[in-house]
């Protein structure tokens, strides 16, 4: 079925005339007799426009989401509100159908997005460059491993446990081919642990790692981190959480080289993990190793004012093998959606976004932590996520997937399970908090997990068992 | 810009590189063929002092808007001196590829590599063909 | 058909007098910005309002706030609104960029991407409760397998660029686990510059490889290329210049042979989809770019995706984790299913993975737009989609063969084409005076957008034209036309095309002034 063209068969033969061939086939002729498929794909025939979104409305329907439960799940992407006006601005064909803006005179649109996009970030991390975004969280955080290495002609990379999982494992995949190796530091107290950072950190270092808020929600003292490895002439790396630097003291300020990290929480929804945005902010020093596209301002002919891809030398397209980064196409539509967040909440909206996650936060933690067998795993500061170690009412130990499955049962996704990536962490979740958890759901999960925790059935007995797939919800 | 010169007191190197030879220590910026085939520079990227160049290899590179050039070392030794006014305003290795627009003053190791380079006659001849 | 775009007549020769939107000088969301003024509004707070310095440590928090504007919401609907008409766009006209298949981005894509239950779905959520998520990417992985001739896929990469590097890390793991340690990289002189990007990104040297005079790979230049430390050929095909490269199989077995993978890049993948396939090419890896061929909306730069299909012999080291199903009967103890149901999900226990490429899943919204996008066409919708393409192409080529584009800016390579083609605009800078550049910025003033200019590097004056299969015919006769016509009013007065555009929101841009004194975010009052 033919979908989305335009020229019938008389065009086709029209066509086929001008260019002086008799069939479409012979257009095919430079493809090898044995190279050539000869038979159809086997995929299904295309359907109506009815039919696909039946069948995608039917698979949509099999997955719990934010919208049919209280979720409490964050690590790294969190279910903020995402304005209306969001979008309906980013909908628009004008900013959704261009390629990347190679002609500035047809591209001013999505050039100036880029500009305000990274003068807004550039205010959040108090680093004077920002690039116009990166593919996402973790592998921005490999980008400035490369950005660190090649500034300091060092390998070692020294990364805090706290620094989000996927970072980590995102930078060890990397230094295959960078050849470097990632060093971690563990945390003390639910914070880095700056004694052993100390020892970690020495002439070899490339740079350290560290991420604000960290992946157990609590704040980390970057400043302190960061002077310990100014000493040794290591870069200094803040992977943070752009949302909590409407309270927090910028990267920039606590003396960070690069400030990266997810943009997610800024304009865009959950998607199951994307598309979103990877932020890139740097020194003045580091300007002409930056990865990704820049957005600069330019005059034109008459002297009116405009804006250009700039720097662009650093780039694939013309640096080639020497290029600060391979990457082309990135996320500027996602980008965009996060100025038009920012713009919407405003310089008041956005600090008073702040102060009510870290109240709500402070509320939720205290909150549980009454509930029988919920107990905070440290008492560090915190923005809008925490971790709480879970024990059976009686005291014993618990099935932490168990305990989920039961909270999900009544409406609930009461957290993210750390045991995946910390082993030592088994029986805890991590709980964050948005805009859109009210009280009540605060309360309600108190009482869920109250429940849940005096049930029997959590317990873990003898040996662990493996957990049995329940059923799909709904 | 103006038109294209080749001065006799330099010798050239065929990758449109120049040098002016003092004694055991040489000037070195790039041709006028060669900023001119660039296009208006944008940014110049000189070495470190005393780190060292090897000639026949980059130890500079210059960028227009859309490109970006190696520059090479017509003869070795000790970078002794960069210029800032060209890095500053890259624009002078335009206007004036063998006055204000030099890139790096040099302690030469080994002077008698001048005798390997062109005179002006043969680097205009190498451009000619 | 009216070749002069939507303009309806001649645009202007010269920019005597100001169009509207010109006169509507560019101003940020921050210059708009007015104390007081804001939009959002926040829940009351329900929980106690304690100060913020007693739950976080004063030396930790900001000591002022981020200067972000201050706008009311009509402001902000307006000032987006306006800078977007500022933009060209794909819904607004032609669009033929060589390399970047701008094909029109059906909108039922974006409907069902919306669905809450995919816009609303935690990454976090346990896999058993994302089940319709799952299957939708192993139908995908399955879709893109069939399509490619490679049994494996990871959807992980998040572009091109970043498939790429996954298949080179691939194949770095791939060569250390038989013990080799491979130094290079093979990519032909027409490559795209993400390709030699990415292989010093991962540590690898590249070795260029030359082109033949029919524009393929120089098999001499491989062979002798082609040895114990080639790591990798990295190869698109149809090549940048358009051309299918008839010695494909000898070239993958030179390659193979010396030991060395093949990596595909897909960026051409729209040319042959249902015709051909990389795999039965002899390729070892692949990556689709799934907002080209899979008719994402490009975004103005993104978001994309790149998910990769790979050979038998790349399998083990894929990504983690890696969608799977699992079929009914397999044991419970394994993860498997007891109760007689296919079950998705997502594997973690492959230890030979090069690990993982980025958080979570990847690009998801991306994957159900282009599923969407395969479920509408079909097997044979997608092998007429490639017809079509190259229809377009092959057809644009033979309009352009003739009148003043055939004489000033003929092709580069004397062939027929597959989806796109390259142009030489030597003879019109030479006889004309006119360059590419200025013939690209005089379509600017006939509504069409230009070619991919200066690309492929070893073409003089090049533009590279990529039509896609969504494109009527009258449009690419009005392209024909303009272009002529744009040649027509060089040869009278070349100043038109150099002083080019006219009617645009900005004219040219100095360039060289933003570059050498870059200015690259809005310095704020109080910031400075």
Redesign the interface.
Known sequence: ???????TGP??D???E????RS?EE??????E????GR????????S?T???D??????????????EV?F?????Y?HYV?A?V???T????????????????????L??M??F???M???TGL???N??L?????AVASAA?LAIGATGRKKLVASRGL?P??R??M???S????SEVVEVGLEGGITDAAALAEAVDEETAAIFIQQPNFLGS?E?V?ALAAVAKEKGAQVIVACDPVA??????PG?CGADVAVG?GQPLGN???????S?GFFCATQEH??RMPG??????????G?????L????R?????????T??????????A?AG??H????????????G??L???T??ARERLGAVVGVEPLHDA?V?REFAVRLRASGGGRVDT?TV??LC?ERGF?AG?PLG?DYPEYEDCVLVAVT?RR???DIDGLADVLSEVLSMEEVEMRGQAQ?P??????S | MADPSYPDDLRYHAEHDWARIEGDTATFGVTWYAQDALGEVVFFEPPEIGSQVQKDTAYAEVESVKAVSDVYAPMSGEITEVNAAAQESPELINSAPYGEGWMVKVKLSNPSEGDELLDSDAYQQLLAD | MNPLGDGGSPPPTSAEEETPMQRDRARTIFERSVPGRRAGTLPAADVPETPLEDLIPAKLLRGRPAELPEVSEPEIVRHYTRISRRNFDLDRGFYPLGSCTMKHNPRVNERVAALPGHARLHPGQDPSRAQGALELMWLLQRSLAEIAGLPHVSLQPSAGSHGELAGLLLTRAYHVDRGERRTKVLTPDTAHGTNPATVTMAGYEVVKVASNDRGGVDLDDLRAKADEQTACLMLTNPNTLGLFDENIAEITSIVRDAGGTLYYDGANLNAIMGHTRPGDMGFDIVHFNLHKTFSQPHGGGGPGAGPIAVADRIEPFLPVPQVIRREPGEAAGAGGNGDGQIRYDLEYDRPRSIGRLRGFQGNFGVFVRAYAYILSLGGDGLTEASETAVLNANYLLARLREGRTGRYAPIAFDRRCMHEFVLSAAPAKQQLGVKTQDIAKRLLDYSFHPPTVYFPLLVDEAMMVEPTETEARETLDGFAEALDAILAEAEQDPEVARNAPYVTPVRRLDEVAANRKPVVRQLLDSAA
């Open positions: 079925m033919s979908r989305y063209t335009s020229n065009d086709r029209a066509m086929l001008a260019i002086g061939a479409i257009l095919f002729e430079d493809i090898p044995d190279l050539r498929l159809p794909l086997d995929l299904p025939d295309g359907r426009e039919e696909v979104y069948r995608l409305s039917e698979l949509a329907s099999r997955n719990a989401h934010a919208e049919g979720s799940l964050g690590a790294g992407m279910d304005p006006v979008d309906a601005l909908s628009r064909s004008e900013f959704l159908t261009p390629y990347t803006p190679y002609q500035p005179e047809v591209s001013q649109g999505g100036q997005a500009f305000e990274q003068t807004a550039s205010e959040l004077p460059v920002s116009a975004a593919y996402e969280g973790p592998s490369y989000h996927h970072s494992e995102t060890v995949t990397y295959a081919g960078f050849g704040v003292e400043e630097l409407s309270v927090l003291k910028s300020e997810e929804r959950l998607d199951y993990g994307g598309p945005f300007i002409r596209r820049i957005a600069g301002e330019a005059t034109d002919v008459d009116r004012r405009g804006f250009a700039t720097l662009q030398t780039e694939q397209h013309i640096r080639r093998e020497k290029a980064h391979n990457i082309c196409t990135a996320q500027a539509l996602n965009l100025i038009i920012l713009s919407w909440l405003g310089k008041r909206g956005f600090v008073e976004l102060e009510l870290v109240r709500r402070a509320y500061p923005v997937a989920l499955r999900a996704a993210y995946r805009e009210s009280r009540r493996a049995v797939p329940e059923q799909v919800a």
